[in-house]
């Protein structure tokens, strides 16, 4: 690990803020660290799919800190994440629903 920092190669750093730079972080290391490409070499499937996952990484930050406060009220609770929730034509709505929508776009612009 020393040695890659010498050469300066950096490791995936993971953020989750919502802000524009936290969204453009989020999708440039999924682009590099998941998908294996470089904003040079990304079609538009692959900052799709980044996107997406870097709106699950906040999603599921969020789902984790509403059941720890479920744990400790003990309060019944339903667990469902559909899987269509990241679909190409329901992402900008699920964008908007989160507060990510201009947020992601000004992050995928930059």
């Known amino acids: 690990m020393l040695a890659e920092r010498k050469r300066g190669i950096s490791g995936f750093h993971f953020n989750t803020e919502d802000t524009v730079e936290g969204m453009k972080a989020s ?3 999924h682009l590099k660290f998941t998908l294996a490409r470089d904003i040079a070499t990304a079609g538009k499937r692959d900052l799709w799919l980044s ?6 990484d906040r999603i599921l930050e969020r789902m984790i800190a509403t059941k720890e406060a479920h744990r400790q ?3 019944r609770r339903v667990y469902y994440l559909s ?3 990241l679909m190409g034509r329901l992402l900008i709505n699920n964008l908007f629903n989160v507060g990510l929508e201009e947020k992601a776009r000004r ?4």
């Open 27 to 29: 999708i440039l290391n």
């Open 51 to 56: 996107t997406c996952m870097a709106v699950r």
């Open 73 to 75: 009220n003990d309060v």
């Open 83 to 85: 899987l269509e929730y």
């Open 107 to 110: 992050a995928l612009e930059e």
